[in-house]
């Protein structure tokens, strides 16, 4: 017999992009009422990269998330060039910043600020290695001779392995994994790495973003992969193995700049996040893995209790929004106007 509901310890984002001003107060709600905490990007304009910055943006999302005031959001500092060490590890003893993220110069939206070569900051690595404290990050590597589909199994030869020979202690989370090449690194790694996954990588593959016509909403970094990658991402999530875990990447950008001569990347998926990905587990025969995915493999890594409340997803068909409106700001979820096989049910 299929599933018609089932009971799931609350999850946990653990990678999201919540913007600030207008946009956060828009979409911080949806992640606030399905998650307990989510990792917060700090991709901002500037960067969140020192403690009083977290403290501050931290402030700025409970107010965005009232509603919820269960609401955790476990925050993040931009690694670049030239940050200073010791704020970041007195940060993550206070408890403020719970991981760094490396973002290579150039490689996703507003990373011009990021790191131009891994080794100017080692003497930080090696500090939140002492700490244990994870480094996230994006795993790609940009060049004008490297190929856009080739950026992610080029940053495991170049910068994930060699990082790893050298500080083999350091917890890292290949965020994003979009690649067989990086699901098999994983798990070929210590129990130190770890991944998250989005719902939409395990969704679709390069033909849904370009064939029959571009589509601008499927457009994001690392870009979508081909078919036998997707198969390989969705191996991975749905084996419940501690290593992989939910992060949604929800990235969202308001309608106009992603329909665009030179669009935007980064897809929103916060608005029906669990239900794409239950969907995905359901078409795997692997509900029951579920729970290990979103809720458990998570806070075991980051060493965090996991949830005390539960979530109920019932099988019932619901359409997604074309749109999602709000402040004079509208934004195209994922799989806008398709029907979903499964809700979250109302508290
Ligand atoms: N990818 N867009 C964004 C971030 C992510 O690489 C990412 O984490 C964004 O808009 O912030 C995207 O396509
Ligand atoms: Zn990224
Ligand atoms: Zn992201």
């Known amino acids: 017999m299929t599933a018609q509901s089932i009971t799931l310890i609350k999850p946990d984002d653990w990678h999201v992009h919540l913007r600030d001003g207008e946009m956060l107060k828009q979409v911080a709600p949806y992640t606030a009422q399905q998650f307990a905490r989510a ?4 991709n901002l304009l500037p960067p969140v990269t020192t403690t009083a910055m977290a403290v501050d943006y931290r402030q700025r999302i409970l107010a965005a998330t009232q509603d919820y005031p269960d609401f955790k959001p476990l925050m993040v500092a931009y690694l670049t060039d030239d940050l200073d060490g010791k704020d970041l590890i007195n940060g993550h003893q206070q408890g403020v910043l719970t ?10 939206t507003n990373s011009s600020h990021g790191v131009t070569d891994i080794k100017h900051i080692y003497p930080v690595l090696e500090a939140m290695q002492k700490q244990g404290m994870p480094l996230l990050v994006h795993g ?40 067989k090449d990086a699901a098999d690194f994983v798990m070929s790694a210590g129990d130190n790495v770890a991944a998250t996954i989005t719902a939409h990588h395990l969704q ?3 033909n849904d973003m370009l064939v029959g016509g571009i589509k601008p909403h499927l457009y994001c970094l690392p870009v979508a992969k081909r078919e036998q990658h997707r ?6 999530a749905t084996s419940g193995h501690q290593k992989f875990f939910l992060g ?4 969202p950008h308001a309608i106009n700049a992603k329909e665009s001569a030179c669009g935007c990347a980064g897809i929103f998926t916060a608005p029906h996040a669990i239900e794409h990905y239950a969907q995905v587990f359901e078409e795997e025969n692997a509900l029951d893995k579920l729970e290990a995915f979103a809720s458990i ?19 019932k068909d619901q359409q ?23 809700q979250l049910q109302a508290d």
């Open 39 to 42: 990792i917060i990007m700090p």
């Open 99 to 108: 991981a760094a993220k490396l973002y290579p110069a150039g490689a996703t």
């Open 140 to 179: 790609e590597v940009v060049g004008d001779d490297i190929d856009v589909f080739d950026r992610e199994a080029r940053f495991i030869d170049d910068v994930m392995q060699p990082l790893l020979k050298d500080m083999p202690e350091l917890k890292v989370v290949f965020e994003h994994i979009t690649t």
């Open 204 to 206: 679709i593959n390069r």
């Open 231 to 236: 198969q390989a991402l969705r191996k991975a």
């Open 248 to 251: 949604t990447d929800t990235a």
């Open 297 to 315: 493999n998570g806070p075991k890594f980051y060493q965090l209790s996991i949830n005390k409340d539960h979530i109920t997803l019932i099988k």
């Open 320 to 342: 997604v929004p074309e749109k999602t409106i709000d402040k004079g700001l509208s934004i195209v979820p994922f799989k806008a106007g398709e029907i979903l096989a499964w």
